[in-house]
């Protein structure tokens, strides 16, 4: 399973030994194929030679002159901000997951609005996109690469309804397993696959044979790239301002088995509403997947309308509307849409990467399209479509993919080009075990196992000790 888990997270599947200078030498060809080989410590991703992914020619160091005849081996050094820039953003998931409830203000908007907390899905998004230009700069077969990127879509699927389809009770409760009629179907990991998924396919088979020598040279080669992003954000206008959203209900669990559960109508009749109860964002989900399939603790339970402490969760008010105990899944089937946009435009990071060594030329291009990207979210929040994580709307995919640029690239000045390495051991570390860290800690794999050793009674566990209780 350790292949997915990198792919989640756009780690790399192997890394390299490094040498004393911390340089990476070069694989040796494979006599068959001519790659190198997965055995020499080369990273392979979904069929295809990833030699130097992750890795960029040291441009303040000379090549060095080696055997064989006087050839010039040139050697590589890790892109250490990609792996520090994914470390910080686990610790940015860790801390807005454990304390986002004891400080409001940087748990996830209820809904409109944008928190720290609301910038941890697209970084991830963002890093992945990037991981993907640097793994795919060769291939040997698209067909079966193809075959590879969807194999492991389906392993990230399967792995993402075990660990969030409720199989795991949580904290506070010593049962696990979880009715198949009630399993939640998405989730963080499925976001991902899908994200990764459209990304791959895209640069496996949307990718031009154009020279690149300029930023506009770029845009040409891959054009069709931009095309799809272009469809996609058509695609997801047209459904959210375009599709009649009808009344709907839902029900409550009754407190005894004995009981009926309630029954609640949401009125609507609607097109283009973009609020928590009619929005076609969350009409889809229900049709598709089944209301029972969805996430049942919306981050709109904690909006003015629905609790008395908000931000905070709380009692309903006394003239609650009725749709504020309804499921809602903020990693639903249309906010995909655009989350698979967020990958694209770390692709198109990635591209710099591979097409452009010069690091002023990097930072220019970066930061061109990171404050553009910025300046046209803002923009379109002023104008009526509201930065929005729960839809994942169009200005939410574009001021934190900016984000996500403009701070990439600072972390890039500071580590690649600073050779300040040192003083982000810790975010790097954690970015080369981002998908462990992620399992152990954000799906509380880790807490519910040693919930399970307790003295005499249950209530007496290793977290109830140190003081860790049920959120």
Not at 5 to 23: I, K, S
Not at 121 to 126: G, I, Q
Not at 229 to 246: C, Q
Request: proline share 4%.
């Amino acid at each position: 399973m350790a292949a997915q888990f990198h792919t989640a997270m756009g780690v790399y599947e192997r890394v390299r030994t490094e040498d004393a200078n911390g340089d990476v030498e070069k694989a040796s060809p494979d006599a068959k194929g001519g790659f190198p080989r997965a055995s020499d410590g080369c990273v392979v991703v979904g069929g295809v030679d990833v030699e130097a992914a992750g890795r960029v020619p040291d441009s303040r160091s000379a090549s060095r002159r080696g055997g064989g005849g006087g050839r010039e081996s040139e050697r590589r050094q890790r892109l250490v901000s990609l792996d520090v820039f994914r470390g910080l953003s686990v610790v940015l998931m860790i801390v807005v997951d454990h304390l986002g409830g004891i400080f409001p203000t940087i748990n996830h908007s209820p809904w409109d609005g944008l928190t720290l907390a609301d910038y941890v899905m697209p970084f991830f998004l963002f890093i992945v996109g990037v991981s993907l230009g640097l793994a795919y700069k060769k291939m040997s077969s698209r067909a079966s690469a193809t075959r590879k990127v969807l194999l492991r879509v389906l392993k990230l699927l399967l792995l993402g309804l075990f660990l969030q389809g409720g199989y795991f009770h949580g904290l506070g409760s010593l049962n696990y397993g979880v009715d198949m009629q009630q399993m939640r179907f998405m989730g963080i990991l499925q976001r991902i696959a899908i994200a990764f998924m459209v990304a791959a396919l895209c640069e496996i088979w949307l990718k031009g044979d154009d020279d690149v020598n300029s930023g506009f040279s770029l845009l040409k080669k891959y054009r069709r790239q931009w095309a799809m992003v272009l469809v996609l954000t058509i695609v997801y206008i047209a459904l959210l301002y375009g599709l009649y959203v009808p009344d709907w209900e839902y029900q409550i669990p009754a407190e005894s088995p004995s009981l009926s559960p309630e029954r609640i109508l949401v009125k609507c009749g609607v097109r283009g509403n973009t609020g928590p109860a009619c929005n076609a964002v969350a009409m889809i989900d229900r049709e598709v997947l089944g209301i029972r399939h969805l996430y049942r603790k919306p981050s709109y339970a904690r909006t003015k309308q629905c609790s008395i402490h908000s931000p905070e969760p709380g009692p309903l008010p006394a003239n609650a509307p009725s749709w504020c105990q309804a499921p809602f899944d903020p990693e639903g089937l249309l906010s995909s849409v655009m989350a698979a946009v967020t990958c694209l435009v770390g692709l198109h990071f990635g591209h710099v990467i591979v097409h452009f060594k010069d690091h002023g030329d990097r930072t220019f291009l970066w930061m061109i399209s990171s404050s553009f990207l910025v300046v046209l979210g803002l923009a379109l929040d002023l104008f009526g479509m509201h930065v929005n994580k729960a839809l994942y709307s169009c200005s939410y995919t574009a001021v934190t993919a900016g984000v996500a640029g403009i701070l990439f690239t600072l972390i890039y000045l500071m580590v690649d080009f600073g050779g300040l390495r040192r003083t982000t051991t810790v975010l790097e570390w954690i970015g080369k075990h981002a998908l462990t860290i992620y399992v152990i800690a954000a799906t509380n794999v880790l807490p519910v196992f040693l919930q399970g050793f307790y003295w005499r009674h249950p209530e007496n566990n290793i977290l109830s000790l140190i003081g860790i209780r049920k959120r």
